[in-house]
């Protein structure tokens, strides 16, 4: 097997575990422009022998450079869209009006949703090579055995602790999930914010943020805290486990890989009615619940003013990434937490539904049989 990626000064080899990855030092898409040793990429797609092709999410480069190579393409071809994100952007209309032609030449399109915007795209054109293969989370993380996270960073065992996992991208809803929890009615309560801070995010803001409420009269007197830090992963998996409840107020989304997260580490979450957040709801035997949620209407939640000014601009001219994006009602979305920090006996109910449908059919390890068997297919069929 080989993985074809961009180059990371922190990856530790060229094999890991038996598979090969390949190295591009190659940036951007289709439509915001390649950069980068574009030529050595064509050479290594159009000079291999390969079985099976798999493009892993689109508005990227690996995939883009791929889509007018098809036909010349070794193997059986493969296509995970993972949403389409720009699909509603002027900016990337004819990016997505060549999109149908693509997907006709793939041997099979593989959706994580059956209700997102990329599957209801696909068969609004017609697109038949279908097939659902939804995310999932890892069995060798999240039932291996861990340690007390709680006094690594010296939170009280008596905190009702909710956690949230995200990048500071401004797209997460760190700054709501403050503001929620802020409004929430709570005693005895830590909001855990974990994530990695790339430059340019809010993570700086947020840190700030929390230190103004950490400081506030309303926070001493209610013993609230909030804590925004980075972890590893078997810190962040540790902290999973740890939590009462997961709160996920994000605006842009198509699968979120955290809300299985949380069916693997029996942790009941809030959620915004982003991505198909609503149908993972259904899928876990209702071990979630979605945030009273509503699309952006007039200015962008994050940032300062002059940024969420700017953004909404490029939102009205069409040149945003994405603008269907959703926020939650903050007032009824802490009533909702408050609710659900107040009923034990749901949140060990939804706990236990969540892990029941994780084990059964959204662990990585069955995931990657449903890959491995239409592998087997595709291949079977050229013997």
Known sequence: MIVATSVADERSGADLHGVRVAEFDISGNAVTGLRGDVASYERFLLGSDFDVVTNFAAQQWATDIVLPLLPRIAGRKVFVPTGFSGLLSRRYKDYYRKMPAYMNQYDMNVFLSDSYRDVSFARRHGITREMLIPNGAAADEFLAPLPDFRLELAIAHDHFLILHVGSHTWFKGHEEAMEIFNQADLQDATLLLVGSEPPGGCGSLCRERAGVLNGSTRFRTDRKRIIVTSLTRAETVSAYHAADLFLFPSSIECSPIVLFECMASRTPFLVTDVGNSAEIIGWSGEAGVLLPSD???????????????????????????????VQPDLRASSQALSRLYRD???????????FTAWQERFSWETVAGRYESLYRTLVEEDL
């Open 295 to 325: 699309r952006v209407s007039f200015l962008p939640r994050y940032g300062n003013l002059r940024d969420r000014v700017r953004e909404k601009v490029r939102i009205l001219l069409g040149r945003a990434d994405d603008f269907a994006a």
């Open 344 to 354: 034990a006996d749901a949140r060990r109910e939804m706990a236990r539904s969540g």
